[in-house]
């Protein structure tokens, strides 16, 4: 093998241990996060902040614009 080879094969490895650290780090802030959601959720109705507005529409796979307060009251319930 010569050197780009070698290069190569530890930049490959030295990748997929960052990537195994990185996964356990985000896990963690998505259930960080999810727990604000929540929180801000059960504060308040709508319209909430567009951050929460984001998320609610990933979450509910609809346009932050047609969701209405049963949607999040059936959210909350799950």
């Given at each position: 093998?010569?050197?780009?080879?070698?290069?190569?094969?530890?930049?490959?490895?030295?990748?997929?241990?960052?990537r195994?650290?990185?996964?356990?780090?985000?896990g963690?802030?998505?259930?960080?996060?999810?727990?604000?959601?929540?929180?801000f959720?059960?504060?308040?109705?709508?319209?909430?902040?567009?951050?929460?507005?984001s998320?609610?529409?990933e979450?509910?796979d609809k346009?932050?614009?047609?969701?209405?307060?049963?949607?999040?009251k059936?959210?909350?319930?799950?």
């Amino acid at each position: 093998m010569g050197q780009r080879r070698d290069r190569l094969d530890k930049r490959l490895a030295v990748a997929k241990v960052t990537r195994q650290k990185n996964s356990l780090k985000k896990g963690m802030e998505r259930i960080r996060r999810e727990k604000q959601m929540f929180s801000f959720l059960k504060a308040g109705k709508l319209p909430y902040t567009p951050g929460v507005m984001s998320w609610l529409s990933e979450r509910l796979d609809k346009k932050a614009g047609q969701i209405t307060q049963a949607d999040i009251k059936a959210l909350l319930k799950q």
